[in-house]
């Protein structure tokens, strides 16, 4: 395992492909969700994720290269393809918005984590990267959660 600037460039270069992957899974649902309040959810947040995407990658860059990063760029391409072949066999958005549930925790926790290391590392950006899209990814996974339970109470009642 990398250790010092090593480590934090992984961990970055990590949370740029997993937030990339959330990012597209909204671009894409906005658009071929059948359910209008998905589709009208996806639409509310693509512009503060693909905002956090920006922040994340401009970060990324002021760390230097990783070494392997392109190799990890091409594995988070083949990864997204596969992500859009499960997709294609969901189809219900009750299975599409539990998915988009998972990745938006994943975030969550993720910065989460940068905003209490940042400050312990003394790496204000990391910390006020971490701090603000934590907060939006709260936001978004409170709505997401409430849209999946009348989603689950409709598909339950017939």
Same mark, same amino acid.
């Given at each position: @395992?990398?250790?010092?600037?090593?480590?934090?460039?992984? #961990?970055?270069?990590?949370?740029? @492909?997993?937030?990339? =992957?959330?990012?597209?899974?909204?671009? &894409?649902?906005?658009?071929?969700?059948?359910?209008?309040?998905?589709?009208?959810?996806?639409?509310?947040?693509?512009?503060? @994720?693909? #905002?956090?995407?920006? @922040?994340?990658?401009?970060?990324?860059?002021?760390?230097?290269?990783?070494?392997?990063?392109?190799?990890?760029?091409?594995?988070?391409?083949? $990864?997204?393809?596969?992500? %859009?072949?499960? &997709?294609?066999?969901?189809?219900?958005?009750?299975?599409?918005?539990?998915?988009?549930?998972?990745?938006? !925790?994943?975030? #969550? %926790?993720?910065?989460? =984590?940068?905003?209490?290391?940042? %400050?312990?590392?003394?790496?204000?950006?990391?910390?006020?990267?971490?701090?603000?899209?934590? /907060? %939006?990814?709260?936001? *978004? /996974?409170?709505?997401?959660?409430? $849209?999946?339970?009348? *989603?689950?109470?409709?598909?339950? !009642?017939?």
């Amino acid at each position: @395992m990398d250790r010092g600037r090593d480590f934090l460039r992984a #961990q970055v270069s990590n949370a740029v @492909m997993q937030h990339r =992957t959330l990012t597209e899974n909204l671009r &894409d649902h906005s658009t071929q969700a059948q359910d209008q309040r998905y589709r009208d959810l996806c639409t509310q947040y693509l512009p503060r @994720m693909e #905002q956090h995407q920006r @922040m994340l990658e401009e970060y990324r860059a002021t760390l230097g290269e990783e070494s392997g990063g392109a190799a990890k760029e091409v594995l988070g391409a083949v $990864l997204g393809k596969a992500r %859009d072949a499960v &997709d294609a066999f969901r189809n219900s958005d009750f299975l599409r918005i539990v998915g988009d549930i998972v990745t938006i !925790r994943q975030s #969550q %926790d993720t910065f989460a =984590t940068f905003a209490a290391a940042g %400050d312990q590392l003394g790496e204000p950006r990391l910390s006020e990267i971490g701090r603000n899209c934590e /907060q %939006d990814h709260d936001e *978004m /996974q409170r709505d997401f959660n409430r $849209l999946v339970q009348q *989603m689950f109470v409709e598909h339950a !009642r017939g």
